[in-house]
């Protein structure tokens, strides 16, 4: 899965401007609800991240991806927080492979901030809903 944060809009494929302060570069996965099952550990999963985008690998061995009709959830830290009001929207993009080509569905989620807030406040948690759209 392949997440980009971007404060122009949700659109799937559309250009990405990065939220203004915004830094994802840091993040960490520290732990996973999988299968209505909390996990203390990642799972088998991995994080590679930039600075508006973070992505979820698993390790590539079977029964260890996401399944389908599941809900998957993910907590990241490690994220500071953009620095301006205004809204922001996270893109996701899910694919067969960790090479990152063809995604199969892809959905946005949209937040936005009423008050300015320290970037180094505590993390926010979002449930991502996948499969708005199929490639």
């Known amino acids: 899965m392949v997440i980009d944060f971007c404060s122009n809009d949700p659109i799937i494929q559309d250009t990405c401007t990065a939220p203004t302060a915004m830094d994802a570069s840091a993040a960490t996965l520290n732990a996973t609800l999988s299968r209505v099952t909390v996990q203390t550990t990642t799972d088998n999963w991995a994080v590679t991240a930039g600075a508006t985008q973070i992505k979820l690998a698993d390790d590539g061995t079977a029964g260890h991806g996401m399944a389908q009709n599941t809900t998957e959830s993910f907590v990241l830290s490690g994220i500071t927080n953009p620095s301006a009001v205004g809204t922001f929207y996270a893109r996701m ?3 067969t ?39």
């Open 93 to 95: 993009y899910t694919y």
């Open 97 to 135: 492979a960790n090479t990152w080509t063809g995604y199969t569905n892809a959905g946005s989620i949209g937040t936005m901030w009423t008050t300015v807030v320290s970037p180094s406040a505590p993390r926010r948690r979002f449930r991502l809903p996948l499969a708005s759209r199929s490639n």
